[in-house]
């Protein structure tokens, strides 16, 4: 059987890669990267907030090719069921789809205003009144996953959800939006999990800068 490959892009800006790459390393499956340039129309439209996914990041393993980070998932989940990527019970498991879908087609002004930097540390960032609302969201599902679970990821134990919110961990840094002790302490254990340090540590070597962001941005 020929290794498995995922294709993504800049490990700086692109939060849809992030979310794909951790939904496999947490499944553990064995895959070799594949990374596309800012120049890459795919790679370009999503890290420039035109599209949330469009071929990046794309999963190919024993036969199948699977480029939605939601697909992506339910796959994993599938091919790799006792690795527990949804939670077991039937009504978390509805919970988790429901919080996942969310993140995947919701929250644009979130995205559009406080885009994905993983180098960039920007302090007392002024957070738009329509960002705030989906900060505010945001909150409230963590809060309600964290009280349901009791943590210390969203549904207990680290799964798909905290891969889809993971990017949204890494806007809070980067931004210094100010989080409350149980959400603060949600976002440390997402930062320092093994698999965060070593894509941090990848997109900060990255020499690559997208201009786009820096100008828009």
């Known amino acids: 059987m020929a290794k498995a490959t995922l294709t993504i892009s800049s490990k700086n800006y692109s939060s849809w890669s992030l979310r794909g790459w951790l939904l496999a390393k947490f499944a553990g499956l064995d895959f070799d990267e594949v990374v596309v340039g800012p120049d890459d129309a795919s790679a370009r439209a999503e890290i420039l907030l035109l599209s949330s996914s469009i071929l990046v990041p794309c999963l190919r393993h024993d036969g199948a090719t699977i480029w939605d980070t939601l697909a992506i998932a339910e796959y994993l989940n599938e091919t790799f069921p006792d690795v527990g990527l949804l939670p077991a019970d039937r009504i978390q498991r509805a919970h988790c789809r429901s919080i996942c879908g969310e993140i995947h087609s919701g929250f644009t002004t979130l995205r559009a205003s406080l885009p994905v930097n993983l180098k960039g540390h920007f ?50 840094v980067t931004y210094e939006v100010k989080l409350e002790p149980q959400l603060e302490a949600y976002a440390d254990l997402i930062m320092a999990m093994p698999e965060m340090r070593e894509w941090i540590a990848a997109a900060n070597a990255e020499p690559e800068e997208i201009e786009e962001l820096e100008v828009e941005y």
């Not at 007392?124 to 210390?152: E, N, Y």
Request: with cysteine; proline share 6%; glycine share 10%.
């Open 123 to 172: 302090p007392g960032f002024k957070v738009w009144t329509r960002a705030q609302a989906d900060i505010d969201r945001i909150w409230a599902i963590w809060r309600d996953c964290l009280d349901k679970s009791g943590g210390p990821f969203l549904f207990g134990q680290r799964g798909m959800a905290d891969a889809m919110y993971a990017p949204v961990v890494t806007r809070f």
